[in-house]
């Protein structure tokens, strides 16, 4: 049996598998990673993808027959949550996520253009990607693939999702926290068609630095 045979059973060798996805992303918590855990997680989850054979379309990654749903679902939820969800997180967490660090945005149009794309490739589609995509899918599938499953897998990798932006203060790790509860759910209730959380992510992002740009974030 070859390596790849083996790991085509989502039970096997998983311990180890989430232990060296474990691995990456302490690193990266701990500031031992260049620049952060996501590019690395989501070299290692291709990696095992291929591994199984199961690929990108076998975590929604597949060309959709039809865009309209996937981008009007997405974008409309990435565009609500910026100015609905997170103001009422706020009001319980006291004040938003610290993004002092993007300050320099303000009025910098090549800043702003370089921070799109980057919110665009490495947050929307690499943290889509490994939280949703890649662990999420992991750990329930292993775990038997029932609801229990993907309802704790759902509040374990947005708690872990979470403590990944700290730096960004108490409220940054709600807020991201909640977030990835919000994609979790987008991703499961639309077939685990993953376009539909990297689109309302990459959209939230935007916003999001569209105010900066044009100071006009609260509290910056």
């Not at 311990?15 to 996805?21: I, K, M």
């Not at 309209?68 to 679902?73: Q, T």
């Not at 995509?133 to 999420?136: A, D, I, P, R, T």
């Not at 992991?138 to 704790?152: E, K, N, Q």
């Given at each position: 049996m070859?390596i790849r045979?083996?790991l085509?059973?989502?039970?096997?060798?998983v311990?180890?598998?989430?232990?060296?996805?474990a691995?990456?992303?302490?690193?990266?918590?701990?500031g031992?990673?260049?620049?952060?855990?996501?590019?690395y997680?989501?070299?290692?989850?291709?990696?095992v993808?291929?591994l199984?054979?199961?690929?990108?379309?076998?975590?929604?990654?597949?060309?959709a027959?039809r865009?309209?749903?996937?981008?009007?679902?997405g974008?409309?939820?990435?565009?609500?949550y910026?100015y609905?969800i997170e103001?009422l997180?706020?009001r319980?967490t006291?004040?938003?996520?610290?993004?002092?660090?993007f300050r320099?945005?303000?009025?910098?149009t090549h800043f702003?253009l370089?921070?799109?794309?980057?919110a665009?490739?490495l947050a929307?589609?690499g943290?889509?990607?490994v939280?949703r995509?890649?662990?999420?899918n992991?750990?329930?599938?292993?775990?038997?693939?029932?609801?229990?499953?993907?309802?704790?897998t759902?509040?374990?990798t947005?708690?872990?999702?979470?403590?990944?932006?700290?730096y960004?203060g108490?409220?940054?790790?709600?807020t991201?926290?909640f977030?990835?509860l919000v994609?979790?759910i987008?991703?499961l209730?639309?077939?685990?068609?993953l376009?539909?959380?990297i689109?309302?992510h990459?959209t939230?992002d935007?916003?999001?630095f569209?105010?900066?740009?044009l100071?006009?974030?609260?509290?910056l």
């Open positions: 070859t045979e083996s085509r059973d989502p039970n096997r060798f311990a180890v598998e989430l232990a060296g996805a691995l990456i992303l302490a690193a990266g918590f701990l031992k990673l260049p620049f952060n855990a996501t590019p997680l989501v070299a290692y989850g291709v990696l993808l291929w199984r054979r199961i690929g990108m379309r076998g975590v929604g990654l597949a060309r027959a865009w309209s749903r996937p981008v009007f679902v974008v409309g939820a990435g565009i609500g910026q609905l103001p997180i706020a319980f006291g004040g938003l996520p610290d993004v002092s660090m320099p945005l303000i009025g910098n702003l370089l921070s799109l794309a980057v665009w490739v929307a589609f943290e889509e990607f939280y995509g890649y662990l999420m992991r750990i329930a599938t292993s775990a038997g693939g029932g609801r229990a499953a993907w309802v704790l759902l509040i374990g947005s708690l872990v999702f979470g403590l990944g932006h700290l960004q108490i409220a940054g790790v709600v991201t926290g977030s990835g994609f979790g987008l991703y209730t639309n077939h685990r068609n376009w539909v959380p689109l309302a990459g939230m935007t916003v999001g569209l105010l900066i740009f100071s006009a974030y609260p509290g």
